[in-house]
């Protein structure tokens, strides 16, 4: 029946550590629903919401994606720093990614 709920997972992590919920909510839910029906935000309280984005198996999607059983809906942070900027960065200094030196003498 279409009114069936139907299982998802809801997921979020910070540095040191991460929360993953199992929940059912009603079919037609979308993936934000999800996250504010979860109580997840609730358990990282440093997690800002309006900041946030969305993903489903790692791939951001709109807030409003209608949800399919089985989905793993993940909270998205802002990244703290641009990966590409980053390298960049580290590359004038002679450092590398791994925090080995990018020069061996």
């Known amino acids: ?8 997972a809801v997921a979020c992590a910070e ?3 991460q929360t993953v919920l199992a929940i059912a909510v009603p079919a037609g839910c979308t993936a934000w629903q999800a996250v504010e029906r979860s109580g997840i935000l609730a358990r990282h309280p440093s997690i800002d919401p309006a ?3 969305v993903g489903i198996y790692g791939t951001e999607v709109p807030r409003g994606r209608v949800l399919a059983a089985g ?5 998205l942070r802002p990244l703290a720093e641009d990966p590409r900027e980053r390298r960049r960065r580290l590359a004038r200094e002679g450092r590398s990614m791994s925090g080995r030196s990018a020069r061996r003498g």
């Open 1 to 8: 029946m279409a009114d069936d709920p139907i299982g998802v």
């Open 15 to 17: 540095e040191g550590r």
């Open 51 to 53: 900041a946030c984005g």
């Open 71 to 75: 989905d793993r809906v993940e909270v």
